[in-house]
Nanobody
Framework: QVQLVESGGGLVQAGGSLRLSCAAS????????MAWFRQAPGQERQFVAT????????AYADSVKGRFTISRDNAKSTVYLQMNSLKPEDTAVYYC?????????????????WGQGTQVTVSS
């Protein structure tokens, strides 16, 4: 079992920055890949970024590449999403996810555990 708790969401103006955190507990954090997804009202859950267990392999959605940075601190069992140059279209609930078996993935169906989500709202 893995428990995930996101924090760091909020309201920010366009062009601003936020840093999301996701604290994990349960299984040994350093052994599995993590990812961030987001879901806007009326839309399907969308891949944002993923990172393998060492932090050495990372992938981003094209829509956030160059603006968002995913990282992890295995000693703190935490994954981060630094979001810069935010746009109104980034407004969504952001979820972190853990995949216990297999490589990192951009498919939400491959992830086994999810956090409760944190709201990010970007005003224009």
């Amino acid at each position: 079992q893995v428990q995930l708790v996101e924090s760091g969401g909020g309201l920010v103006q366009a062009g601003g920055s936020l840093r999301l955190s996701c604290a994990a507990s349960g299984r040994t954090f350093s052994t599995y890949p993590m990812a961030w997804f987001r879901q806007a009202p009326g839309q399907e859950r969308q891949f944002v970024a993923t990172i393998n267990w060492t932090g050495g392999n990372i992938a981003y959605a094209d829509s956030v590449k160059g603006r968002f940075t995913i990282s992890r601190d295995n000693a703190k069992s935490t994954v981060y999403l630094q979001m810069n140059s935010l746009k109104p279209e980034d407004t969504a609930v952001y979820y972190c996810a853990a995949r216990l078996v297999g490589a990192f993935s951009d498919s939400s169906s491959q992830y086994d555990y999810w956090g409760q989500g944190t709201q990010v709202t970007v005003s224009s």
